[in-house]
């Protein structure tokens, strides 16, 4: 799941999203309100949700709160990761204290773009967590 509101980045991860051939369903939101709304439904179960900082109704450090609060979101134990522009380092430290699991900037190609989320992805996919079992 990625929450994106900028339409170039959309396009672009999807791009690499398909060259990196993962069998995961992909969903895309342009603002936090939408990816909360769609992570409240009982049968969503994401693998791993993508957010940017910036973005319109609910910004990432709302919609991180919002799923780190809310009893029947947290349990879907599913990693939350800011790819972002923001790198000053309060931003990161903020990031950390809300219980992220990753932070990353946006790299600067598209191949770097690739690398990144391929490394991501198969970390994640070797870990463990409770809603796992």
């Known amino acids: 799941m990625v929450i994106e509101d900028d339409e170039d980045d959309r396009h672009i991860l999807d791009l690499v999203f398909r060259e990196l051939n993962y069998k995961n369903e992909l969903n ?19 693998f791993l949700v993508i957010s940017d900082i910036n973005l319109p109704k609910l910004n990432g450090f709302e919609v991180r709160d919002l ?6 979101l947290r349990k879907k134990s599913f990693p939350f990761i800011f790819l972002t522009t923001s790198s000053n380092r309060q931003v990161i430290r903020d990031a950390y204290d809300n219980s992220v699991q990753g932070f990353f900037i946006k790299p600067d190609t598209i191949e770097h773009l690739k690398e990144n989320l391929k490394a991501i992805i198969e970390y994640w996919k070797w870990g463990y967590a409770p809603s796992t079992f």
């Not at 603002?31 to 769609?38: F, L, M, N, R, S």
């Not at 799923?67 to 029947?72: E, F, L």
């Open 28 to 46: 895309f939101f342009d603002d936090g309100q939408k990816a909360i709304e769609y992570l409240q439904r009982e049968e969503v179960m994401p």
């Open 67 to 72: 799923i780190h609060t809310d009893a029947i």
